[in-house]
């Protein structure tokens, strides 16, 4: 049965979408079935992973919304092991859809459910939004991976997040755990990183995750050549560091570290 990890963060350019498809990838190196899920209308993870949204019959909207069942709008990716269910701007309505739709928290859920049984991993990439579909993508996973940038604003925000992520466990998910905080675009450069990772450790403790991802070029560049890091450049620094993560997961889940968050006041 796959352990379903979504990544979460309502802020818009934190690192979901390059964290998703590079461990989603790291994950397929190391001989575990994956697949990646993009429920974002931008589609990031489905480009950076070299899909052509124009060339696809169905995507992640037409199961969500119509029905289609999951195994018509898997495709293959050009790393093995690796599947893809891709997302294009027509997801953007669903989110308008969903909202008189019956269900309507449960349907990635309900989508995801057939296929669980043919993958070790599924890393659900989520909106920069809390919005109904990322509701769908806290409903589906096990545990949540959550991006935090490496910048002044980065602890602003999280306190909604976990709140919503409470709420969704208390009426809809209960056994919903975080995996872990993961700081994004370290610049070892700056006093001002240090002290973020410092500050949100302070918060969140041993939840953070021990890998750090550095502020890298290379990692920017990739998804316009549709290649995951590790095809793009596998001895930059940013591949080696999801490398590092893509580990880290794969402990965690040995060691079932994965415990219930606790109430939101325990956060602060
Ligand atoms: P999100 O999905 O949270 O909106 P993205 O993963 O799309 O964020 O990242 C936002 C932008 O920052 C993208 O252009 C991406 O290529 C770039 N980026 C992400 N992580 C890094 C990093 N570690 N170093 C440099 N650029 C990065
Ligand atoms: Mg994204």
Redesign the pocket.
Known sequence: MARVIAVV?Q???????????NVSAYMASFGKRTLLVDT?P?G??SSGIGIEKDALKYSIYDSIIDEVPLTSVIQKTIIPGLDIVPATLKLAGAEVELVSALSRETRLAACLEPVLGDYDFVFI?CP?SLGLLTINALVAANSLLI?VQCEYYALEGLRQLLDTIELVRRHLNRSLVIEGFLM???DSRTNLSQQVVEDVKNHYGSKVFRTV?????T?????SFGLPIIRYDPKSR?AL?YEELAKEVLERGEEKTGQRIGRPDSWR
């Open positions: 963060n802020k818009g350019g934190v690192g979901k979408s390059t964290t998703a498809l974002d931008q990031n993870a990439d920069p991006p994004t675009m370290h991802i550095p502020r890298n070029v990692l920017s560049e990739a998804p940013g560091a």
